[in-house]
């Protein structure tokens, strides 16, 4: 269920209610997958009136004047059914404000990708400050981020091709990715920056770092890799989402972490 708020000085003025109707009839007309609409305009007055039972809509003649639509106000406020349901006791409200599971899936969705994008970029911020005062070097700083940056790009990218959406768990990879691909990069360039700053070899600093390090790396990466694949027991959905594309995160942030080490070897370094 969906429901929308329409606010107004006097729901019962011919002004309103006109665009009221307007209103209910192009969503009624229009509006996909709509299997039902309740609104003043079309619900029902039940009333007893000696031994009858009259059930007819409120608005079943629409009013010609304004006596015709001060009965029908008379009415409306009189019905207890209405109340806080229809109309607030102002009579400047009919319905209620946005709400409903899908107004707040809707709003959480768009959080989610407001703050994604927000954490994301301060936390490479923050990073690239820690990186560049630890190791005083522009490559330090950028090769780390060479490697979050494209197995993030991959992973999101194999995402929207999938059609995979970005939920609430989902939202943790690029934290994952932060975490495991820059953790394994600083790994690498401190044991490679050690022996370097000590014999000014490329070389043996990139076979020294890759000997004491690639595979603590590599083991890191495919152990958390198969701990995510745990999630594959699990029937939430989301979490099932972890699964398939986790292990590809930190497959691509190994195979990007072992490239750095050919990029250390040439002239640009």
């Not at 997958?33 to 309740?38: A, E």
């Not at 940056?149 to 939920?167: C, D, N």
């Not at 014999?199 to 495919?222: D, Q």
């Amino acid at each position: 269920m969906l429901m929308v708020v329409v606010k107004t000085k006097d729901v019962f003025n011919f002004k309103f209610l006109n665009k009221l109707k307007k209103l209910h009839n192009e969503l009624e007309n229009t509006m996909p997958h709509l299997n039902d609409i309740s609104s003043l305009i079309n619900t029902r007055n039940t009333r007893g009136e000696e031994d009858v039972l009259i059930v007819e809509d409120l608005f079943e003649n629409w009013p010609k004047n304004e006596d015709e639509l001060a009965k029908i106000k008379e009415i409306s406020v009189s019905n207890e059914m209405y109340e806080n349901l229809l109309l607030n006791q102002e009579l400047t409200l009919t319905i209620i404000f946005l709400a409903g599971s899908l107004a707040v899936n809707d709003y959480i969705k768009i959080s989610i990708q407001k703050d994604l994008q927000t954490f994301v970029k301060l936390v490479i911020l923050m990073m690239a400050v820690f990186l560049f005062v630890i190791f005083r070097r522009i490559s330090a700083v950028l090769l780390p981020f060479f490697v979050v940056v494209l197995s993030l790009l991959i992973t999101i990218g194999i995402m929207a091709l999938s059609g995979t959406p970005i939920t609430i768990p989902t939202q943790i990879l690029p934290s994952f990715l932060l975490a495991v691909g820059i953790g394994a990069t600083i790994h690498l360039l401190a044991m490679f920056f050690k022996h370097f700053n000590a014999n000014s070899s490329k070389e043996k600093a990139i076979v020294y770092a890759l000997g004491h390090s690639g595979l603590a790396i590599s083991m890191t990466s495919l152990t958390t890799a198969a701990g995510l694949l745990s999630f594959s027991t699990v029937e939430i959905a989301p979490l099932l989402i972890l699964k398939f594309f986790s292990p590809w995160c930190y497959g691509c942030s190994t195979k990007y972490t072992c490239f750095i080490t050919f990029y250390l070897n040439g002239d640009s370094f």
